[in-house]
């Protein structure tokens, strides 16, 4: 049986940010898990457009990401009491 898979997002655009940091920690804690990590730019997407089929390729990537993945794990830093449009 194959390693179950953990998708982990991070929200923030600074490389190595405390957040992206926090994410990292708390993904690789997880034993014998393979982990994808989007974060930073590659979460940079454009405005979703009902109108268009069009996807960057950083947007298929995330699809593709989220599609495979067996669990998840988003970490944002706090904005204004909320969390981080990226997310």
Same mark, same amino acid.
């Given at each position: $049986?194959?390693?179950?898979?953990?998708? *982990?997002?991070?929200?923030?655009?600074? !490389?190595? /940010?405390?957040?992206?940091?926090?994410?990292?920690? #708390? #993904?690789?804690? *997880? !034993? &014998?898990?393979?982990?994808?990590? @989007?974060?930073?730019? #590659?979460? $940079?997407?454009?405005?979703? &457009?009902?109108? /268009?089929?069009?996807?960057?390729?950083?947007? @298929? #990537?995330?699809?593709? %990401? %989220?599609?495979?993945? &067996?669990?998840? =794990? =988003?970490?944002? !830093?706090?904005?204004?009491?909320? =969390?981080?449009? $990226?997310?």
């Amino acid at each position: $049986m194959p390693n179950p898979t953990l998708l *982990a997002l991070g929200g923030s655009t600074t !490389p190595l /940010s405390a957040t992206e940091r926090a994410l990292r920690i #708390a #993904a690789e804690a *997880a !034993p &014998d898990v393979t982990v994808t990590f @989007l974060t930073g730019r #590659a979460l $940079m997407l454009p405005i979703y &457009d009902t109108e /268009s089929r069009h996807r960057t390729s950083e947007a @298929l #990537a995330l699809i593709e %990401a %989220a599609r495979s993945a &067996d669990g998840v =794990i =988003i970490a944002s !830093p706090g904005y204004h009491g909320g =969390i981080s449009g $990226m997310v």
